[in-house]
């Protein structure tokens, strides 16, 4: 395999060579051999997919570079879903299905994460994740197993590691960039940071994943149809979250879209590529996933706090805050976001407060450090001291108004909200915000104890039910029709049939 991009010759002669600097042709040429030398050795026929691929990572390294990359995805996405039977149904159908890939004495990893996030994706070496908040989404056995399926053609295919290599090319060029320029910061400037590993596919990798996915749903006896019908269900919950949010998607948002841009139709082109277009009897196992997923937590845990309307309440660390009656509440990993269709925006987070500092100075010399705030004002909220000051700043959509509060618990964390609004409608959401601010508030353990977690809870349908009604079991909103047509895949239009089995969400 030829190295991508320009070839040896031609980077060697004309104006390539044309820019060397004096004394720089020497290490030209010494990058130039490294970088042939190691497409030349990283080529390689893959089993899984009987294609050359180029990979710089032997096998043994594939798996120590998903162990250091394992800490990691666990800090980030909530831990492991800490629930041993359902963790150990989710290695039985991953190892059932490596068992029937190309590398079945891999020593496969399959972890349930602790995220409300719909989600999965692999490392290389043979670690696959899945987050419970997809195990909710689903509806049968087989949609998990089509999933898992997936993610494990990804493993096999060696696609991470393809990445990983590719990713190393790019540094050597930076380097070959900077001998060229003389700037040796050009090269110091490449990290191979822990990101690399969850970024998307390729389109031809997500097919090639899909096929192998379909490949050993197979041989394990698992409907293949199941793969399509679970990426129909990501795409109605895509398309709500987009609706509750005001906007066409959540930027902020890994999910399984973002990170795998497959669409219905090559996932159901990758099945009639390995099955043809005839019905396969497979096994679905609908009530038996069903009963197995009953009292999962769904959505927020105790752990990353609570989303209930218009307020935020953290059972663990215990305070709460409510947010003015037309914006949004998100929960992300790090922050609580809240939106407002106007533009106007609120972010909740928390930091070290590092060297003893006031709430005043730590807003004027570290958080706001940069900016030119005015009004610097002293506060207290709920007894604890707190500070704010506030600046204009320029946007693509005109001038914004940022507002900053911190507020110091005697725990070393600052508490911290960042208001900002549309200059235009800063004095009309002013009072509301003003009320968010000061209405933050700590909980006594008897509040805390008080808050819990919504779970996966299962219905059998009677005569006469319809989604309306049923749609009332779960938490109130305005969209709960929606999201219960979403967990039991019932399209709009039809209403579900007596004694079928349903997910709803209480407590």
């Known amino acids: 395999m ?27 040429v010494a990058a130039i051999v490294a970088i042939a030398a190691l497409a030349l050795a990283g080529c390689s026929t893959n089993p899984a997919t009987g294609q050359q691929a180029f990979t710089l990572l032997s096998p043994a390294n594939e798996r120590a570079l998903g162990r250091e990359q394992h800490p990691r995805v666990l ?13 150990a149904y989710v290695v ?10 190309e590398q079945a004495a891999l020593p496969f990893t399959f972890t349930v994460l602790d995220s409300a996030m719909v989600n999965a994706f692999a490392l290389p070496g043979g670690y696959v994740y899945v987050t419970r908040g997809l195990m909710a989404l689903a509806d049968s056995e087989a949609e998990l197993a089509g999933v898992i399926g997936h993610e494990i053609g990804h493993v096999t295919a060696r696609h991470g590691a393809q990445q990983h290599g590719r990713s190393v090319l790019v540094g050597l060029g930076a380097g070959i960039a900077g001998i060229l320029t003389g ?41 293949p149809d199941a793969m399509a019908s679970f990426l129909g269900r990501l795409r109605e919950k895509a398309k709500l979250d987009a609706k509750v949010l005001g906007v066409g998607s959540d930027p902020d948002e890994r999910s399984l879209i973002s990170s795998h841009p497959r669409t219905i139709d090559r996932v159901k082109e990758a099945r009639a590529a390995i099955l043809g277009a005839g019905p396969v009897d497979g096994l679905v196992d609908r009530e038996g996933y069903l009963r197995r997923i009953e009292g999962m937590i769904y959505g927020d845990s105790p752990e990353q706090g609570f989303v209930r309307g218009y307020r935020f309440v953290h059972p663990e660390l215990r305070f709460e805050f409510t947010v003015p009656p037309d914006f949004t509440l998100v929960n992300g990993q790090t922050a609580v976001k809240a939106l407002s269709p106007n533009g106007a925006v609120i972010v909740f987070d928390m930091a070290p407060t590092g060297p003893a500092a006031s709430a005043l100075d730590y807003v004027r010399h570290r958080w706001g450090a940069r900016l030119a705030l005015v009004d610097l004002t002293r506060l207290t909220i709920d007894g604890m001291e707190a500070a704010t000051g506030v600046t204009r700043v320029s946007t693509e959509r005109g001038p914004f108004d940022l507002r900053l509060v911190a507020i110091s618990p005697p725990n070393g964390r600052m508490y911290r909200f960042l208001f900002g609004t549309p200059a235009q409608d800063t004095a009309r959401q002013t009072p509301g915000l003003q009320r968010t601010a000061l209405g933050f508030r700590r909980l006594d353990g008897d509040e805390a104890a008080s808050e819990r977690p919504y779970r996966i809870r299962l219905y059998t349908a009677k005569p006469g039910d319809t989604v309306a009604s049923l749609a009332t079991m779960l938490p109130k909103d305005a969209n709960a029709g929606a999201v219960f047509r979403m967990l039991n895949g019932l399209p709009p239009g039809t209403e579900p049939t007596a004694g079928r089995l349903l997910k709803y969400v209480g407590y």
């Open 183 to 223: 700037k040796r910061g050009v090269a110091d400037s490449v990290s191979l940071g822990g990101g690399l590993l969850l970024r998307g596919y390729s389109r031809d990798q997500e097919f090639e994943a899909d096929l192998l996915g379909v490949r050993y749903m197979t041989r394990a006896g698992y409907d």
């Open 75 to 87: 800090a980030e996405f909530g831990g492991v879903y800490e629930d041993p039977a359902v963790q």
């Open 2 to 28: 030829n190295p991508p991009g320009l070839s040896i010759a031609q980077l060697t002669t004309g104006r390539a060579r044309a820019r060397l600097l004096p004394g720089a042709r020497q290490r030209f």
């Open 92 to 101: 039985g159908i991953g190892s059932t299905l490596a068992d029937r890939s």
